[in-house]
C-alpha cells in the first residue's frame, strides 16, 4: 500500500515536472517570437525616419508594439510587444488594448514605438496605465508614419503603418499591461 502511494506521488511529480517544463518551452518560444517583431520593427522604423535613431539613443528604455485596430463608428483593437530598459536589458512583455467611438470606417495593422526619456516615465508604463488620447490620422498601407522630433513630456511615439486601410477620427483610449504568462 505505501509502495502504491510513493509510485503514485512519483508519477504526479513527473507529470507536473513535465507540464511545467512544455509551458516554460512555451513561454520562451512566445518571448522570442515577440523579440524578433519587435527587433524587425525597430529595423524598420529606423530605416523611414532618420530623427528615430537620434532620440533612441537618448531614451533609456522604449516599447515597440504590434498591434490591429478595426472599426466602423466604434473602434477597437489589440496587440502584444515588449518594453526594454536599456541600461540593464530588463523585457517586460507587454498587451495593449485600445477602444473609442468617432468616425471612421477599416481595419489597420501598424507598430507602436514608444521612447522614454527617463527612468520614471519607463517605470510608469510598465507599471500600466490608461493613455486617452483624441486622434485623427488617414492611413493608407505603409504610408502612416507619425513623425515627431523631440521628447514631449519624457515621451517619444512613432507609429508605422504594417498593412490595411483605415481612415478615421476619433477619441480612444488605450491601456497597456504586462502579460502574466511571459514573466
Do not use: C, P
Not at 3 to 15: I, V
Amino acid at each position: 500500500m505505501q509502495r502504491s502511494f510513493l509510485l503514485a506521488l512519483a508519477l504526479m511529480l513527473g507529470l507536473s515536472s513535465a507540464f511545467a517544463q512544455e509551458g516554460d518551452s512555451r513561454a520562451t518560444a512566445r518571448k522570442q517570437e515577440i523579440d524578433a517583431a519587435a527587433q524587425a520593427a525597430l529595423d524598420e522604423l529606423f530605416a523611414a525616419q532618420g530623427n528615430a535613431r537620434e532620440l533612441y539613443d537618448k531614451a533609456v528604455g522604449y516599447a515597440v508594439l504590434t498591434a490591429t485596430k478595426a472599426g466602423f463608428i466604434v473602434s477597437g483593437g489589440s496587440g502584444t510587444g515588449v518594453a526594454v530598459n536599456k541600461a540593464t536589458g530588463q523585457r517586460t512583455y507587454m498587451r495593449m488594448g485600445t477602444g473609442g467611438i468617432g468616425l471612421g470606417i477599416g481595419a489597420q495593422r501598424y507598430n507602436l514605438y514608444i521612447l522614454f526619456e527617463t527612468e520614471s516615465h519607463l517605470s510608469r508604463f510598465v507599471a500600466g496605465g490608461w493613455d486617452s488620447s483624441a486622434t485623427a490620422q488617414a492611413a493608407a498601407g505603409k504610408e502612416g508614419v507619425a513623425v515627431r522630433s523631440s521628447f514631449i513630456d519624457g515621451i517619444a511615439f512613432f507609429q508605422m503603418t504594417d498593412k490595411g486601410l483605415m481612415a478615421h477620427a476619433d477619441i480612444s483610449g488605450t491601456r497597456f499591461w504586462v502579460i502574466d504568462e511571459l514573466r
